[in-house]
């Protein structure tokens, strides 16, 4: 595997999807969850088979091997994503993000008992490095806010998202080696779009030109971002991808100031340096083991092993 090209994946998939979060946001404030999803993944369809037509590779990129992953994949990937845009319109953006990063949690353990991947200690200290960091930022939030029943509800909505989210990371490291990383994120959409359309009894609303503007970035973000976090699976192990989604966090808490009028303290810088620095210990600790385990193939090439 290529783990540094793996990171590289990971990282501008989060940044774009951060942005994404934002979107999601700002419209969840007048258009209902439901329709939020659905619009996000609708708008993405056409999109990622665009780029593989534009490929000439549409029949090939959405090949399905294993329908029954893509079915599960789905399912799982749509209850995570409509509790995460529900935890959206009811919790400031820098909280939701903070709570969602139990992901990273979730799924260090669902990739030892699910893939057989080793508990590296260097893996699970840098998640719980990033995860502190992540404390750092948002404690002083839960320390000055009034959480109400409302508030709960939210955080429970994270929470229960971010295990489903790792659930469906799992899955998607399962599924890359018989199927395309496209079709992966096309079958997925196209499952959230279905299932989406459940909630239209429950009131849809007639966006304006500027909530279409949102739900339209919602879709074009999501779309990236979504082909970026699925091919970065390619390349690495599920938790050693697992620290690198913490710099949505620092994406988060720039757009909260500039959009939503959070403003950043101290414990925003503090937690970063623990955030970038998990993450740099298993770019290190990685490059380490990619290097061990070269010099061993040499040997046994050489039939000295």
């Known amino acids: 595997?290529?783990?540094?090209?793996?990171?590289?994946?990971?990282?501008?998939?989060?940044?774009?999807?951060?942005?994404?979060?934002?979107f999601v946001k700002?419209?969840?404030?007048?258009?209902?969850?439901?329709?939020?999803?659905?619009?996000?993944?609708?708008?993405?369809?056409?999109i990622i088979a665009g780029w593989l037509w534009a490929r000439g590779e549409l029949r090939s990129g959405l090949y399905v091997g294993n329908l029954r992953s893509h079915v599960v994949r789905g399912v799982v990937g749509t209850v995570s994503m409509g509790l995460g845009f529900g935890s959206l319109a009811i919790l400031p953006l820098a909280e939701a993000q903070a709570i969602r990063f139990a992901t990273p949690v979730f799924l260090v353990v669902f990739a030892a008992l699910i893939l057989g991947e080793r508990f590296r200690l260097i893996r699970l200290g840098a998640v719980a490095a990033g995860l502190a960091g992540v404390l750092v930022i948002v404690a002083p939030r839960f320390g000055t806010s009034d959480m109400s029943g409302l508030a709960l509800l939210g955080a429970g909505m994270a929470l229960t998202s971010a295990g489903l989210?790792?659930?469906?990371?799992?899955?998607?490291?399962?599924?890359?080696?018989?199927?395309?990383?496209?079709?992966?994120?096309?079958?997925?959409?196209?499952?959230?779009?279905?299932?989406?359309?459940?909630?239209?009894?429950?009131?849809?609303?007639w966006p304006t030109p500027y909530e279409a503007l949102l739900l339209a970035g919602c879709?074009?973000?999501?779309?990236?971002?979504?082909?970026?976090?699925?091919?970065?699976?390619?390349?690495?192990?599920?938790?050693a991808l697992a620290p690198f989604s913490y710099i949505s966090m620092i994406w988060a808490t720039l757009i909260g100031f500039v959009w939503f009028g959070e403003v950043p303290d101290w414990p925003i810088y503090a937690g970063a340096a623990l955030i970038i620095g998990s993450g740099i210990a298993i770019v290190l600790r990685e490059h380490q083991l990619n290097r061990a385990e070269t010099a061993r193939r040499k040997l046994r090439a050489k039939g000295m092993m």
Not at 26 to 46: D, H, N
């Open 165 to 205: 989210a790792a659930l469906a990371q799992v899955i998607i490291k399962a599924m890359s080696g018989t199927e395309r990383s496209e079709a992966i994120a096309f079958y997925f959409l196209a499952t959230a779009a279905v299932g989406a359309l459940f909630t239209l009894p429950f009131g849809w609303v």
């Open 219 to 239: 879709g074009l973000f999501g779309a990236v971002g979504q082909m970026f976090l699925t091919a970065s699976y390619q390349y690495a192990d599920a938790s």
């Open 26 to 46: 700002a419209a969840s404030e007048t258009v209902p969850t439901g329709q939020v999803v659905f619009f996000r993944a609708f708008l993405s369809l056409p």
């Open 1 to 22: 595997m290529a783990p540094l090209r793996g990171i590289s994946l990971i990282l501008v998939a989060f940044t774009i999807l951060t942005f994404m979060s934002a």
